[in-house]
């Protein structure tokens, strides 16, 4: 079975920048979409940057478009999230995620996906 954990997350300053992990354990096909996505308190869980390792393709929200970068590492079988120019509103719990329905037409959204870690807390405060 697929899994996923997240790490890298911590308390940063506004301006800064923070690059999360997500190991990959399991079967992962080439095919496989992996995604990022986060959900601060009140707020429904939002879609931050997905791959298709077909391409490859990324995707990426317009509230982090320009500032984040979704990394796969085939070498050391993560995947990354290198997050600069941080702000407060970046504050959530970032979530890692994979699914193997590489012909859904949105991969933005959450049901879309079949595999997910348990969240690395990102707190951006001055």
């Known amino acids: 079975q697929v899994q996923l954990a997240e790490s890298g997350g911590g308390l940063v300053q506004p301006g800064d920048s923070l690059r999360l992990s997500c190991s990959i354990s399991?079967?992962?096909?080439?095919?496989?979409?992996l995604g990022w996505f986060r959900q601060a308190p009140g707020k429904e869980r939002e879609f931050v940057a997905a791959?298709?390792?077909?391409?490859?393709?990324?995707h990426y929200a317009d509230s982090v478009k320009g500032r984040f970068t979704i990394i796969k590492d085939n070498d050391k079988n993560t995947l990354n999230l290198q997050m600069n120019s941080l702000t407060p509103d970046d504050t959530a719990v970032y979530y890692c995620a994979a699914t193997a329905r590489t012909l859904h037409p949105n991969k933005r959204l959450p049901s879309v996906y079949d595999y997910w870690g348990q969240g690395t807390q990102v707190t951006v405060s001055s």
């Open positions: 791959i298709e390792e077909i391409g490859p393709r990324s």
């Open positions: 399991g079967r992962i096909y080439p095919s496989y979409t």
